[in-house]
């Protein structure tokens, strides 16, 4: 099944690509799917992905992004960014990068233009952007910092469950998977919308979706091949240039 994939990205102009958080397991960045560990195992990401989440306990859900924040400053990239990044830089212009990831390791990579779909968890901004009354880099250091003349919070710059995607990126990810002769479908459960619906969009328009991933998935059914295994190991072989 490989090599047949393999035939399909050499055939293939146009590239769409969708990852989720299976492609940075092997950097060590635990998935959503991963049960929570520690003091954090008691709380669901579902709950604290979310404006009330944050608003109800602000001081939780910001030091939680905090502990997801200081992780990532001690990991890498692995093999299956950097084979994104190098298929990228050896055929310009032909692979479209959509991540449902925040934690920045494609662009650590080397990959350029990618779509960020749930935004990026190194970005803050104001809670309440209406009222916003100062500049972010003036908060007053706090967990979470917070403006000291209108009470405004800062909260990381993701899209959390409920709130809707960056319009422009998603039309650019909607527009990619249109537009492509293959979609792959790298490390993703395929649980959450509308992201995960980019899979069947790039089916009816015609494209051959690949769907890559150690277990089952709720877009394997979407797949006209799955590849049952490591980004980290499939993915060189997968776009080897
Ligand atoms: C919206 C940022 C509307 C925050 C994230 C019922 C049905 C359909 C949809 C809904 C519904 N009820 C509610 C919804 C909508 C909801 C949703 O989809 N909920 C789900 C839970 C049912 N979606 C939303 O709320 C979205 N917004 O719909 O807005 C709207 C419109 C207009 C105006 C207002 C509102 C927003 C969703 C974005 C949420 N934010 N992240 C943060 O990170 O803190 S999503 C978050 O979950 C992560 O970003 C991550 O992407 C995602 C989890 O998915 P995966 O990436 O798939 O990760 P997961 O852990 O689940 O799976 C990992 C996979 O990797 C596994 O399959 C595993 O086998 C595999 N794997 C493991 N190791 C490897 C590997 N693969 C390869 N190699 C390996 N080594």
């Known amino acids: 099944m490989l090599d047949i994939a393999r035939s399909w990205v050499q055939q293939s102009q146009r590239i769409a690509v969708l990852t989720g958080a299976g492609v940075s397991a092997e950097s060590g960045v635990p998935t959503f799917r991963d049960a929570q560990t520690g003091y954090w195992a008691q709380f669901r990401a579902e709950e604290m992905a979310t404006e009330e989440g944050f608003r109800n306990h602000p001081e939780r859900v910001w030091k939680w992004y905090q502990y997801r924040r200081d992780l990532l400053a001690s990991v890498q990239p692995n093999a299956a960014h950097g084979a994104l990044a190098d298929f990228e830089q050896h055929h310009p212009g032909r692979l479209t990068l959509i991540t449902q990831n925040v934690d920045g390791l494609h662009q650590r990579a080397g990959s350029s233009g990618v779509l960020c779909l749930h935004g990026d968890i190194l970005e803050n901004r104001w809670l309440d952007t209406p009222r916003a009354c100062c500049h972010i880099a003036d908060a007053v250091k706090g967990e979470p910092p917070y ?95």
């Open 147 to 241: 403006c000291d003349r209108c009470g405004n919070l800062v909260r990381p710059g993701v899209v959390w469950f409920g709130e809707a995607l960056p319009h422009d990126t998603f039309a650019a990810a909607q527009l990619a998977v249109h537009q492509c002769a293959l979609m792959l479908v790298i490390g993703t459960a395929g649980a959450v919308y509308p992201a995960a619906g980019l899979a069947r969009q790039a089916r009816s328009a015609g494209a051959r979706v690949v769907v890559l991933n150690p277990a089952p998935s709720e877009l394997d059914d979407a797949a006209h091949a799955v590849l049952r295994g490591a980004a980290g190991s499939l993915l060189p072989q997968l776009l080897a240039v």
